[in-house]
């Protein structure tokens, strides 16, 4: 008999082994890292995010109006669980191992960090795989810091990124950056590299929409795409390693998630700086699992339509 009332943890597949012999709809895998955001002079506890995000996803349900379909889909996902805790470097590398052979067949990925360092071992896995990509990036910071004494952190993944040796990494853009948060010779640096970024008051779902357009003229074209709830007003998003007094609405990014999962071209979504420590009764974890339930409503009408 059909079981009433099904929670996305009812149905999706946990397997924490490496077997990619078979093709499934997602995957989820959990980067509990915030040793780069005590590098950053940040607030640490980014790194109890994953477990805590997961738990409130696997309550929801499928939507009503899609409820066979979005079942379907989680059905045949797969939950990776959460990298071991180790070193950043090496956390970083470990996550760029798991993701690798599944965006090599495709499959798209979410991550759940995690510091914004996260970012820099989910770029990795596409440099493994060898596959080139853009980047589009929602936060109040715009994360091209240099190194602090030749390591990385949490302000630093976009500039490790495209200062990678032979990167893969077509273009970075960064929207819903907050005036007071950034340099100009951060802007500079962004834009001399091809990239482009928009300040908070410029920042809108039409604008983010554009530019996935813009970037997805190629056959190939893949995007990686990063949402950090720093870039929330701390009055939706209180948990976070740097809160925001006069950030975005938690509709700009809960609609981007849908348009990111709907895209033909987005090939993995992460979600970064959830702080549980700072928390208030898990408000901004259970809005991180909202984010990432509506990137998978998003991933059910992309197959629907037939774009795989």
Same mark, same amino acid.
């Given at each position: ?5 099904? @929670? ?29 955001? &005590?590098?950053?002079?940040? @607030?640490?506890? !980014? ?13 929801? &349900? ?81 994360? =091209? ?17 495209? #200062? ?5 990494? @077509?273009?970075?853009? =960064? ?14 640096? =962004? ?68 348009? !990111?999962?709907?895209?033909?071209? =987005?090939?993995? $979504? ?11 009764? #898990?408000? &901004?974890?259970?809005?991180?699992? $909202? ?18």
């Amino acid at each position: 008999m059909k079981k009433s009332d099904l @929670r996305i943890g009812d149905s999706i597949v946990s397997r924490m082994s490496g077997e990619t012999d078979s093709k499934p709809s997602f995957i989820l895998v959990g980067c509990p890292v915030d040793e780069g955001v &005590t590098r950053n002079g940040g @607030r640490p506890g !980014a790194s109890k995010a994953p477990p805590l995000i997961r738990k409130h996803l696997f309550k929801m &349900t499928p939507p009503a109006e899609r409820s066979d379909s979005f079942h379907d889909l989680v059905r045949n996902a797969r939950d990776l669980g959460d990298m071991p805790f180790t070193e950043m470097e090496d956390m970083q590398m470990g996550l760029a191992a798991r993701i690798a052979p599944w965006l090599e067949k495709k499959v798209p990925v979410i991550v759940l960090g995690g510091g914004h360092e996260t970012t820099f071992g989910h770029y990795l896995g596409y440099r493994q795989s060898k596959l080139h990509h853009d980047i589009i990036n929602i936060d109040a910071h715009s994360d =091209v810091r240099p190194l602090k004494n030749g390591a990385g952190h949490s302000g630093s993944p976009f500039r490790q990124i495209l #200062e990678d040796s032979g990167t893969f990494c @077509r273009s970075y853009h =960064v929207m819903g950056l907050q005036p007071q948060s950034v340099t100009k010779e951060h802007l500079e640096y =962004v834009e001399g590299l091809g990239g482009s970024y928009l300040l908070k008051e410029d920042t809108s779902t039409e604008k983010v929409a554009s530019r996935l357009e813009a970037l997805s003229g190629e056959i190939e074209s893949r995007i990686l795409m990063t949402l950090d709830m720093d870039v929330l007003d701390q009055s939706v998003a209180p948990g976070v390693s740097a809160p925001c007094p006069d950030g975005l609405p938690k509709s700009l990014l809960l609609k981007t998630a849908r348009l !990111a999962g709907e895209h033909k071209s =987005v090939a993995s $979504l992460d979600l970064v700086e959830v702080n549980p420590l700072f928390d208030r009764d #898990e408000q &901004t974890a259970r809005l991180g699992a $909202l984010i990432i339930w509506n990137f998978i409503y998003g991933l059910c009408e992309r197959r629907d339509r037939g774009v795989v």
